[in-house]
């Protein structure tokens, strides 16, 4: 069984940092995009940064040159640097993964049960 879990959401200032951590674990074959996403109150889910497993990135437009998101693919994981937090930003951020579990011939999507950001003005 293969999950992802997430760490280090908490509550920061306005202009603050954060870095978040997904570590994939369980019977992996091959791990292909990793992202994050968040979901802001009453708002829907949305794209904040994704990575491809040769480092390629992607970042929403809300978010570009405040966070960098970078991988450890011998760890299977995946980072959220977060800079110069803004009130906006609070939200559940969540990892997720497109993986080949071991015995599969395909990829499955997985999610994180996800970590609060809260950020205060």
């Known amino acids: 069984q293969v999950q992802l879990v997430e760490s280090g959401g908490g509550w920061v200032q306005a202009g603050g940092s954060l870095r978040l951590s997904c570590a994939a674990s369980?019977?992996?074959?091959?791990?292909?995009?990793m992202g994050w996403y968040r979901q802001a109150p009453g708002k829907q889910r949305e794209l904040v940064a994704a990575?491809?497993?040769?480092?390629?990135?992607k970042y929403a437009d809300s978010v570009k040159g405040r966070f960098t998101i970078s991988r450890d693919n011998a760890k299977n994981t995946v980072y959220l640097q977060m800079y110069s937090l803004k009130p906006e930003d609070t939200a559940v951020y969540y990892c997720?993964?497109?993986?080949?579990?071991?015995?599969?011939?395909?990829?499955?999507?997985?999610w994180g049960e996800g970590t609060l950001v809260t950020v205060s003005s």
């Open positions: 997720n993964a497109d993986i080949i579990p071991r015995g599969f011939l395909h990829v499955l999507d997985y």
């Open positions: 990575i491809t497993s040769g480092g390629s990135t």
């Open positions: 369980g019977s992996i074959f091959s791990i292909n995009d």
